[in-house]
């Protein structure tokens, strides 16, 4: 790697716009605003400072190449101040789930001296992670001589979440409309078969034919139950909405809920005051299969022995949030993009179907809410797994 002599004066890098060596397509009007930059480097120093997006310049006189700038986007939205980050590389943004591979393009390109553009996961100062879309650039001076690094880093955590967002809504959808169809077929002809062997099993002989009737009876009714389950997620029955105070609704679901859990799980339930007269559209029946579902999830998950917290909290108007948290060891990050698919169950040889929460999704889903699945070692340290309904409250005064 060529280094200028004088290359990294902080000042050089800040003030003298020349540093930029022209691209190789040099039209007219970039010969004009080159001419401009040059004679008012001080707008674009000012312009620089004050770009919405980050931008960092590299000190190359110091072989670790140190930042010699930053403006304050950078220091805004990563948290530290200018000192901190002066003198010292970039690469204390980079903590455990960095990805390696990015490092390792970004090191050839400050070998090869080339531009790169990479999307990796860095640090804020206070620990939280974020995604941070680089586009790192070598500076020439005008006769060609490598004098910098410039780098410009976006954060698209945002942006990334919501298009996963959308493909993973897109994919239930799909998947909904699929198995919906199929439970819609399989019910019609469940129905039949439940019904008949009800209506002839009190003629059937008690020592041969009558249990295999009740065997065959039992089997259908456990199928019209997956079946009901399936219809659930996809969204096929319609919900019948009452306006009910979710603190209420939450309470008083919680007290029956109990007694269907083991004695050694302990229900916790704490309600934020301003909850009070907070009311939302619900149908009380599926939403206490809801929270049902969860909270045996949760109680399975312990071993059958532990505590659950039911936690209902009200956002700036909009949302209110009922979250199960438990102690359990949580749902891994790479399995909780799929949890909420029908049939997909970390539980199969203890007997679970893997509907529980497809059931919940699809109940959630009707009621115009959202379902967030959050961790162990998350937001809420030494717990397990928190999972949250929130739902959209319609008016704070039941009318
Ligand atoms: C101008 C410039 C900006 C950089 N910006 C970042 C950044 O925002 N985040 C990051 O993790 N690394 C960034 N880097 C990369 C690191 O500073 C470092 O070059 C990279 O980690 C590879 O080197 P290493 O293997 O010695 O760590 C930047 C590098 C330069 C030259
Ligand atoms: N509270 C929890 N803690 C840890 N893992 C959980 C928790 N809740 C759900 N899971 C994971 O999500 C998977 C899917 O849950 P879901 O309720 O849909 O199905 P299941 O519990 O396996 O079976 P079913 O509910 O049909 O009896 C579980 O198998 C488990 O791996
Ligand atoms: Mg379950």
Not at 202 to 218: H, S
Not at 332 to 357: A, K, M, Y
Request: glycine residues 8%; proline residues 6%; charged residues 25%.
């Amino acid at each position: 790697m060529t280094q200028g002599s004088d290359s990294g004066r902080r000042s050089d890098a800040r003030l003298d716009p020349s540093a930029a060596k022209p691209p190789a397509t040099t039209g007219i009007g970039h010969d004009i605003l080159l001419a401009l930059a040059r004679s008012k480097p001080e707008l674009v120093a000012a312009a620089i400072e004050s770009s919405p997006v980050n931008i960092t310049i590299a000190d190359l006189s110091s072989p670790d190449m140190p930042l010699a700038y930053v403006n304050s986007a950078f220091t805004r939205t990563t948290g530290y101040s200018i000192d901190e980050v002066i003198g010292r590389n970039c690469r204390f943004l980079q903590g455990p789930d960095t990805d390696p591979a990015a490092v390792d393009l970004l090191r050839d390109a400050i070998k090869t001296e080339t531009e790169v553009e990479v999307e990796f996961v860095n640090y804020k100062k206070d620990g939280t992670a974020f995604i941070n879309a680089l586009k790192m650039a070598p500076v020439h001076d005008p006769h060609g001589r490598l004098i910098s690094f410039v780098g410009i880093q976006n954060d698209v955590t945002e942006e990334r979440e919501r298009a996963r967002l959308d493909v993973e809504r897109q994919r239930m959808e799909a998947l909904g409309q699929m198995a919906g169809g199929v439970a819609h077929q399989l019910n019609n002809l469940l129905q039949p078969i439940v019904t008949l062997t009800a209506l002839h099993r009190p003629d059937m002989p008690a020592d041969n034919m009558g249990p295999d009737f009740d065997t065959v009876l039992e089997s259908a009714r456990q199928a019209a139950g997956v079946v009901e389950d399936v219809l659930a997620f996809s969204r096929r029955k319609e919900p019948t909405f009452e306006t009910l105070s979710v603190a209420e609704t939450v309470l008083k679901n919680v007290e029956f809920i109990r007694t269907l859990l083991p004695k050694s799980i302990f229900v916790h339930v704490s309600i934020k005051p301003e909850i009070n007269n907070v009311y939302t559209n619900i149908d009380a029946t599926l939403f206490s299969q809801a929270l049902a579902n969860l909270l045996i999830n949760s109680s399975q998950a312990m071993d059958e022995a532990g505590q659950i917290f039911v936690e209902v909290a009200f956002d700036d108007g909009d949302w209110i949030h009922v979250s199960v948290v438990d102690e359990g060891p949580g749902i891994p990050q790479e399995i909780r993009s799929r949890v909420l698919e029908p049939f997909f169950s970390t539980r199969l040889e203890e007997g679970g179907t893997g509907l529980g929460l497809s059931v919940v999704y699809g109940i959630v889903n009707r009621h115009g809410g959202k379902i967030s699945i959050t961790g162990a070692g998350n937001e809420r340290r030494g717990r397990g797994c928190c999972i949250t309904l929130s739902l959209p409250a319609v008016q704070e005064q039941k009318p």
